[in-house]
């Protein structure tokens, strides 16, 4: 079977003056630093981030040459925990029509992929919770080498018993910790999904109640 | 026409002068304002009751000129229909539009190219032709600029037969200047294009953001024109020099939600440079303080949040908002801001500066009370207010020291100032009552705290060819040092240096293990000079680092003995270094250093060839 390699092309400065340009380190792409070429696609990263079901995902992942001998960069690569592999698109509706969809589709099957086109809209109705996922990738990525398991089973442990909790508090009950430890504790929990939160309807602060009903809880 | 009165008797509102439109006194000179407010005062009087000589008398103005006033103010005539009102208050403003005297010859002076034009239409139409190609980008098309369409004026007014003792000749500069103007004015008017507008709805659109302190932080440039002296002195003579400093560029960072400037710095620069942007980025994460000897104490003169003071708000940025200048893609700052602050990096939509419009608001706000318009205040070349050659000689009375601490006192002020969307509350205040509240502060972790933005770290190859020494080559030089022994002989090292001075690098083995300090060849050692220095000057200057002892000594005197636009560059080689132990700035008056130079000159009888 034909293998094709998922790995983040560098961006030319070109694409970068032209383009919404944003680089940041994220938690699922295991590059130093993910590139995206516009919010949407910035966001659209991050909500894959908020996906529990997502291993991994790689952007700007390969440039393929379709039978047509047009040459095409989709925008990510996803594989998912059950091992299926998709790549999807990012576009407007407006350029809906301009995407080689079949062409790609066919071509990709060949690797056992899937393709598929996300639009815009979709993902700026989701803009608040993509937001507060950024908020918490950025500070998971700073920590990203502190063993917390302890502190996270505590955690775990005081939500389960509680119910929804604020994040204030958690601060203040485990005040022998480093603020930052308990914030950095509670938000892999609820990226590893063991815990859930009001993400989508309330911008995150220390007021935002973090509760035992995680995807995987 | 009608008089004052008759305009009151038809409409008696006129009479309520608190109903006039208010007037921006901040705009007008000490003078003017003084004479603003007497006005008012006699004006008032008389819309009381009071007689004009009454008024006269109390507000030390003659009986004739409280009429004029009052005509001024409440009177028409054919070119004026409404009344002036309070524009009619402020002193030597124009209340009608200007209409040169058609018997006065045509030598210069006001509307003299407008006058000059009505009088050859054929010349209009010639240069409407040229810009219309232009616009419609035509390929048998000139591609206009300002000089080139003067120019082309020119050319057009030689050959209609205007003599040389007519306008344009008489009066060269005006007439540049009025042709600069008319050329964007009428290049709008002849526009074709429909005015585009770059709508972008990911630009334009309000966002909801996390309850985050700095969640997104824009950084801009600006060259702010303002003239200056420094003092720099040429080593080893201690002999000093005076510089004037047109122009400097300065960066801000600032917070959008609070709109607090919490990053600035200054570079002697036009454009933006790599060390600008990573001095302003170590002011974000830091803070910054000035401390000016003999000015302002150093506790009253907090320029942005600094570190002691606002502790509680250092915050690191959710998301960095920067333009598409060169120097921005600098990759030790995309380390900085990805890497180690873990922060967003967005270069933003090109040619979108609403985008940031934060910065460039707060850029406006400052510019008012620093920046002089070039074009009007004597500081360009073609300005004919610009001060006699004799004055020009002496450096100016501000000096960059004090134009910094001012620069510093006003973004000082604007964080401190109340603002009334946040409930007359300063952007400081908003900072501080959004923590009380919930919100959240992300800071560096730990392990990153001690470590220096400036730092830098590459991988050599130790080499040993026999020497005593072994030695790893680094940035053009060999750096050697007694801990660099010849067990590392051909092993893979890990060099770290700070980018400001790059004299020593400290050594480790890839595994982490200290081994040791390196220093550069003895020549090196004079000055402390900067990673970018010492590659320009390889590249620049190779056969004179071959032969010199000191080549960055040496450098430096070369450019301040050359002068001018050299002398800059001197200026631009301590602003990279930035204080590290090259203080070749000296902060004091300019004046009191040229007297001291006068001295030292007759004294020592320097010469530049003897440096």
């Known amino acids: 079977m034909k293998v094709l390699v998922p790995a983040q092309l560098p961006t030319p400065r070109s694409i970068k003056m032209s383009n919404n340009f944003f680089a940041m380190q994220t938690m699922k792409h295991c590059e130093a630093v993910s590139e995206?070429?516009?919010?949407?696609?910035?966001?659209?990263?991050?909500?894959?981030?908020?996906?529990?079901?997502?291993?991994?995902?790689?952007?700007?992942?390969?440039?393929?040459?379709?039978?047509?001998?047009?040459?095409?960069?989709?925008?990510?690569?996803?594989?998912?925990i059950t091992g299926q592999e998709i790549v999807y698109e990012v576009t407007t509706p407006a350029r809906r029509p301009g995407r080689p969809v079949k062409a790609a589709t066919r071509y990709l099957e060949s690797y056992g992929m899937m393709y598929r086109l996300v639009e815009t809209p979709a993902i700026f109705q989701r803009e608040l919770e993509a937001e507060n996922w950024l908020a918490i990738i950025r500070r998971l990525t700073g920590f990203r080498e502190l063993e917390l398991a302890e502190l996270m089973r505590r955690i775990l442990t005081l939500v389960q018993h509680l119910g929804a909790t604020p994040l204030g508090y958690l601060v203040e009950h485990f005040e022998q910790q480093r603020s930052d430890e308990v914030l950095v504790a509670a938000y892999r929990l609820l990226h590893e999904g063991r815990l859930g939160a009001d993400l989508e309807t309330q911008p995150i602060s220390l007021q935002t109640e973090v509760n035992p009903d995680g995807d995987l809880a | 026409m009608a008089t004052w009165r008759e305009n009151l008797t038809h409409d008696s509102s006129l009479g309520r002068i608190a109903d006039w439109p208010p007037v921006s006194l901040h705009h007008l000179t000490a003078d003017r304002r003084s004479t603003y407010q007497r006005r008012y005062r006699a004006v008032a009087l008389v819309l009381e009751g009071?007689?004009?000589?009454?008024?006269?008398?109390?507000?030390?103005?003659?009986?004739?000129?409280?009429?004029?006033?009052?005509?001024?103010?409440?009177?028409?005539?054919?070119?004026?229909l409404h009344p002036a009102l309070s524009l009619g208050l402020v002193p030597d403003a124009r209340l009608s539009e200007f209409r040169r005297n058609p018997q006065k010859p045509l030598k210069g002076g006001a509307g003299a190219f407008h006058a000059y034009l009505s009088k050859h239409p054929s010349i209009v139409e010639a240069l409407d032709q040229m810009l219309l190609g232009d616009l419609k980008n035509r390929a048998d098309a000139q591609r206009l600029t300002p000089k080139s369409f003067h120019k082309e004026f020119?050319?057009?007014?030689?050959?209609?037969?205007?003599?040389?003792?007519?306008?344009?000749?008489?009066?060269?500069?005006?007439?540049?200047?009025?042709?600069?103007?008319?050329?964007?004015?009428?290049?709008?008017?002849?526009?074709?294009?429909?005015?585009?507008?770059?709508?972008r709805p990911?630009?334009?659109?309000?966002?909801?953001?996390?309850?985050?302190i700095f969640n997104v932080v824009e950084l801009d440039e600006h060259t702010i024109d303002a003239e200056s002296a420094v003092r720099l002195d040429i080593d080893p003579q201690r002999v000093l020099k005076d510089l004037r400093v047109p122009r400097f560029m300065l960066a801000l960072a600032v917070d959008t939600t609070s709109t607090a400037i919490v990053g600035v710095t200054f570079s002697f620069s036009k454009n933006p440079t790599e060390y600008a942007l990573l001095r302003c980025l170590d002011s974000v994460e830091n803070g910054s303080r000035v401390a000016v000897p003999g000015w302002l104490e150093p506790s009253s003169f907090p320029a942005c949040l600094p570190q002691d003071d606002y502790q509680q708000i250092r915050a690191l940025p959710g998301e960095l908002r920067i333009d598409n200048a060169l120097a921005h893609y600098s990759l030790h700052a995309h380390r900085i801001v990805c890497e180690r602050w873990r922060s967003i990096l967005n270069f933003g939509i090109p040619a979108l500066p609403l985008a940031r419009q934060i910065?460039?608001?707060?850029?406006?706000?400052?510019?008012?009370?620093?920046?002089?318009?070039?074009?009007?205040?004597?500081?360009?070349?073609?300005?004919?207010?610009?001060?006699?050659?004799?004055l020009r000689k002496r450096p100016p009375k501000v000096t960059l020291a004090l134009l910094i601490a001012i620069v510093y006192q006003l973004v000082h002020t604007h964080n401190n100032k109340p603002i009334a969307s946040f409930s007359n509350r300063t952007p400081t205040q908003y900072l501080l009552d959004s923590i009380q509240s919930g919100w959240l502060c992300r800071t560096l972790p730990p392990h990153v705290r001690g470590q220096p933005i400036w730092d830098k770290q590459k991988r050599c190859t130790v080499r040993n060819y026999g020497d005593p020494h072994s030695r790893i080559n680094l940035l053009n030089v060999m750096y050697t040092g007694s801990c660099l022994t010849s067990i590392y002989k051909g092993q893979a090292v890990i060099a770290k240096y700070d980018v400001r001075d790059v004299r020593t690098v400290d050594v480790y083995t890839l595994k982490g293990a200290y081994i040791g300090r390196l220093h550069a060849p003895r020549r090196w050692l004079h000055h402390p000079?900067?990673?970018?220095?010492?590659?320009?000057?390889?590249?620049?200057?190779r056969r004179m680092v071959a032969q010199s002892r000191d080549p960055i000594g040496d450098l430096y005197r070369r450019h301040m003995e050359a002068g001018g636009k050299f002398a800059l560059k001197a200026l631009k080689m301590v602003d990279d270094s930035h204080s590290p132990g090259l203080n070749r700035i000296a902060y004091s008056s300019g004046i009191e250093s040229t007297e001291r130079n006068a001295k030292l000159k007759k004294k020592r009888r320097f010469t530049l060839e003897g440096s």
């Not at chain 1, 079901?53 to 998912?80: E, M």
């Open chain 1, 36 to 80: 995206f070429h516009s919010r949407s696609e910035l966001y659209f990263g991050a909500l894959l981030e908020s996906d529990v079901a997502v291993q991994c995902y790689v952007p700007q992942p390969f440039r393929i040459t379709l039978p047509s001998g047009r040459k095409y960069q989709p925008d990510f690569w996803v594989k998912r």
């Open chain 2, 50 to 80: 009071k007689t004009i000589e009454a008024a006269a008398r109390l507000t030390r103005f003659s009986k004739g000129q409280v009429s004029k006033l009052m005509d001024r103010c409440l009177g028409t005539d054919s070119e004026r």
């Open chain 2, 154 to 199: 020119i050319e057009l007014a030689k050959r209609v037969g205007t003599r040389a003792d007519e306008y344009p000749f008489t009066t060269h500069l005006y007439g540049r200047e009025a042709s600069r103007q008319y050329f964007h004015r009428r290049r709008k008017e002849l526009d074709p294009r429909p005015k585009r507008r770059h709508f």
């Open chain 2, 202 to 212: 990911d630009a334009h659109r309000p966002r909801i953001t996390p309850n985050e």
């Open chain 2, 359 to 390: 910065v460039e608001a707060t850029f406006r706000k400052l510019e008012q009370e620093i920046h002089r318009l070039r074009s009007t205040s004597g500081t360009s070349v073609t300005d004919p207010n610009r001060e006699s050659k004799s």
């Open chain 2, 529 to 541: 000079h900067t990673e970018k220095e010492r590659i320009s000057i390889y590249r620049d200057h």
